[in-house]
T-cell receptor
Framework: EAGVVQSPRYKIIEKKQPVAFWCNPI?????LYWYLQNLGQGPELLIR????????DSQLPKDRFSAERLKGVDSTLKIQPAELGDSAVYLC????????????FGPGTRLTVL | SQQGEEDPQALSIQEGENATMNCSYK?????LQWYRQNSGRGLVHLIL?????REKHSGRLRVTLDTSKKSSSLLITASRAADTASYFC????????????FGQGTRLTINP
């Protein structure tokens, strides 16, 4: 069974530029998560989807971040415009259902904003 | 905000020794999970312990949970160089959004 796929793995951009990350969850997993992980810290949830509905986006900075999960499968996370403080690893995870289920993580996208 | 706090932040031991990491949390939980993260990789789920369980084993891993003290420990026995990684505890709260809240992690280094 294929795991969670993310692309790109690495991205370097100038500040104020837009950037997008893509995630393909494990087949059949209804719940998809985007996390932000700063260096030396644990992941922090940005947004959670149940199928195509965003059910928890309270931690998503909506002035510059947006996300979508069309057709309840793949998801895209966008930042526009990027700021220096956005440099971090962006992790995508999926689970069969939401709630307390085990989550399966992708390898992440390491973003560097110059 | 992060609910869990791991202790120690970093641990370095010799191969073959046992490694113990601790996690404390603040509010009542549904379950607590431990994850491993190798450098530059995503997180890998290790073990889940429910609030009504006190101890769980998986291979060389042993997890305990003390809900009265709001703490958990992860023991890795007979450590190997491949165990070098960061280990995170994550809690699912009883109340509010059913989501994982991660601690800051313990960086474990196994010296050959």
């Amino acid at each position: 069974e294929a795991g969670v796929v993310q692309s790109p793995r690495y991205k370097i951009i100038e500040k104020k530029q837009p950037v997008a990350f893509w995630c393909n969850p494990i087949s059949g997993h209804n719940t998809l998560y985007w996390y932000l992980q700063n260096l030396g810290q644990g992941p922090e949830l940005l947004i959670r989807y149940e199928n195509e509905e965003a059910v928890d986006d309270s931690q998503l900075p909506k002035d510059r971040f947006s996300a979508e999960r069309l057709k309840g499968v793949d998801s895209t996370l966008k930042i526009q415009p990027a700021e220096l403080g956005d440099s971090a690893v962006y992790l995508c995870a999926s689970s069969l259902r939401g709630g307390p289920d085990t989550q399966y993580f992708g390898p992440g996208t390491r973003l560097t904003v110059l | 905000s992060q609910q869990g706090e791991e202790d120690p932040q970093a641990l370095s031991i010799q191969e073959g020794e046992n490694a113990t990491m601790n996690c404390s949390y603040k509010t009542s939980i549904n379950n607590l999970q431990w994850y491993r993260q190798n450098s530059g990789r995503g997180l890998v789920h290790l073990i889940l312990i429910r609030s009504n369980e006190r101890e769980k084993h998986s291979g060389r891993l042993r997890v305990t949970l003390d809900t009265s003290k709001k703490s958990s420990s992860l023991l890795i026995t007979a450590s190997r160089a491949a165990d070098t990684a960061s280990y995170f505890c994550a809690t699912v709260l009883i109340q509010g959004a059913q989501k994982l809240v991660f601690g800051q992690g313990t960086r474990l280094t196994i010296n050959p």
